[in-house]
Nanobody, 126 residues
Framework: VQLQASGGGLVQAGGSLRLSCAASGGTFSSYYMGWFRQAPGKEREFVTRISRSGGTTYNADSVKGRFTISRDNVKNTVYLQMNSLKPEDTAVYYC????????????????????WGKGTQVTVSS
């Protein structure tokens, strides 16, 4: 499956952005979808994950209450709505897909993902 993320940009602190990730070449509803991010000089970290149906989500503590993941299995797209953005949210954001074979922590770690899209830059100014 191919993943294409978009929607990044420059925003002031407190603002909002909505990222999209369009999937092609596979059965989108078969995949769990997630977002990860990588800030300069840091390792890539888990942000959020959504189940195949969209009924279950899991967010990293750092984004709880501010970020919301959703998906549209007709449009083959996953979204990340980011509100109340902070300068520390500045990073390259990546969408990822996995078939659900991961176990335990790997479902929230890059090692458990099967496919990756190219990232989209999000910059939050103070």
């Amino acid at each position: 499956v191919q993943l294409q993320a978009s929607g990044g940009g420059l925003v002031q602190a407190g603002g909002s952005l909505r990222l999209s990730c369009a999937a092609s070449g596979g059965t989108f509803s078969s995949y769990y979808m997630g977002w990860f991010r990588q800030a300069p000089g840091k390792e890539r970290e888990f942000v959020t994950r959504i189940s195949r149906s969209g009924g279950t989500t899991y967010n990293a503590d750092s984004v709880k209450g501010r970020f919301t993941i959703s998906r549209d299995n007709v449009k083959n797209t996953v979204y990340l709505q980011m509100n109340s953005l902070k300068p520390e949210d500045t990073a390259v954001y990546y969408c990822a897909a996995d078939l659900g074979h991961c176990k335990g922590y790997r479902c929230y770690d890059e090692s458990g993902m099967d496919y990756w899209g190219k990232g989209t830059q999000v910059t939050v100014s103070s």
